[in-house]
């Protein structure tokens, strides 16, 4: 089973996420949008566009999207089983969290780094 095949998204808290966020746009060019953060879209060596973004996001560092971690940044990872991945995870000992999520954006799954970093796993939708 392969496990990560890429990195989906990189969430991070702020004390000041709305000048944070303006911070990167203003000096690196980020085209941050309404919600907080911004999709890039894959392309290949030639600038074509290919299947798949990777999602960028600031958000408050008082909220619990993190929790149980106290960690200020979460990495989600894309895989093709979630599930089958989960298992696996629990059956190694891992930390793996109860809760998972299906919606149209995909399944989600957690797990807690030994460091006790709480990291995001996605299953994207069928085609992308």
């Not at 990189?10 to 000041?16: C, L, P, Q, V, Y």
């Not at 891992?94 to 299906?102: F, G, Q, S």
């Amino acid at each position: 089973m392969r496990r990560v095949t890429g990195i989906g998204g990189i969430f991070f808290s702020a004390k000041d996420p709305d000048a944070l966020r303006a911070w990167y746009q203003r000096h690196l060019g980020i085209d941050v949008q309404a919600w907080g953060g911004t999709a890039f879209t894959w392309a290949d060596a030639d600038g074509q566009p290919m299947k798949g973004t990777t999602i960028w996001s600031v958000g408050a560092a008082d909220g619990q999207h993190f929790a149980p971690s106290t960690s200020s940044f979460m990495v989600n990872y894309r895989v093709e089983d979630l599930a089958a991945l989960l298992q696996a995870l629990r059956d190694e000992g891992c930390n793996v969290l109860d809760k998972t999520d299906d919606s149209e954006y995909g399944k989600f799954g957690w797990v807690m780094d030994p460091e006790g970093n709480k990291v995001e796993l996605w299953q994207p939708p069928t085609g992308q």
